[in-house]
Protein backbone atom coordinates (compact mmCIF):
# COMPACT_ATOMS: atom_id res chain seq x y z
CA UNK A 1 0.00 0.00 0.00
CA UNK A 2 1.65 3.43 -1.12
CA UNK A 3 0.28 7.19 -0.27
CA UNK A 4 -0.97 8.33 3.41
CA UNK A 5 -1.59 4.90 5.35
CA UNK A 6 2.19 4.98 4.96
CA UNK A 7 3.03 8.06 5.75
CA UNK A 8 4.72 9.07 9.09
CA UNK A 9 4.69 12.69 8.26
CA UNK A 10 3.51 14.99 5.68
CA UNK A 11 5.09 17.86 4.39
CA UNK A 12 3.87 19.95 1.53
CA UNK A 13 5.18 22.82 -0.75
CA UNK A 14 1.67 24.68 -0.72
CA UNK A 15 -1.56 24.43 1.56
CA UNK A 16 -3.38 25.83 4.86
CA UNK A 17 -4.40 23.91 7.77
CA UNK A 18 -7.90 23.23 6.13
CA UNK A 19 -6.31 21.64 2.79
CA UNK A 20 -6.53 17.75 1.85
CA UNK A 21 -3.66 16.61 2.98
CA UNK A 22 -3.42 18.63 6.64
CA UNK A 23 -7.03 17.55 7.00
CA UNK A 24 -5.74 13.60 6.09
CA UNK A 25 -2.93 14.09 7.62
CA UNK A 26 -5.22 15.23 11.33
CA UNK A 27 -7.71 11.81 10.63
CA UNK A 28 -4.66 9.42 10.44
CA UNK A 29 -2.88 11.60 13.67
CA UNK A 30 0.50 11.74 11.70
CA UNK A 31 2.44 15.14 11.60
CA UNK A 32 1.52 17.76 9.21
CA UNK A 33 3.59 21.00 8.07
CA UNK A 34 1.85 22.55 5.00
CA UNK A 35 3.11 25.34 2.90
CA UNK A 36 6.51 24.98 3.50
CA UNK A 37 7.32 26.52 -0.12
CA UNK A 38 10.54 24.52 -1.37
CA UNK A 39 10.23 20.78 0.13
CA UNK A 40 10.06 19.39 -2.91
CA UNK A 41 13.30 21.09 -4.27
CA UNK A 42 15.24 20.38 -0.87
CA UNK A 43 14.14 17.07 0.19
CA UNK A 44 15.08 13.96 -1.96
CA UNK A 45 13.86 10.67 -2.17
CA UNK A 46 15.77 8.84 0.66
CA UNK A 47 16.58 12.03 2.86
CA UNK A 48 15.64 11.34 6.57
CA UNK A 49 14.11 14.52 7.57
CA UNK A 50 12.43 15.72 11.70
CA UNK A 51 9.15 16.74 10.93
CA UNK A 52 7.79 19.32 14.27
CA UNK A 53 4.72 20.19 13.37
CA UNK A 54 4.20 22.15 16.65
CA UNK A 55 7.26 24.80 15.56
CA UNK A 56 5.83 24.31 11.90
CA UNK A 57 10.05 23.25 10.98
CA UNK A 58 10.92 20.30 8.92
CA UNK A 59 14.84 20.02 9.16
CA UNK A 60 16.83 17.68 6.91
CA UNK A 61 19.41 15.16 8.81
Not at 17 to 46: D, F, K, Y
Amino acid sequence: MSGFPGAAAVVTDVGAPLSHAAIVARELVVPAVVGCGNATVRIRTGDRVRVDEGCGTVTVL
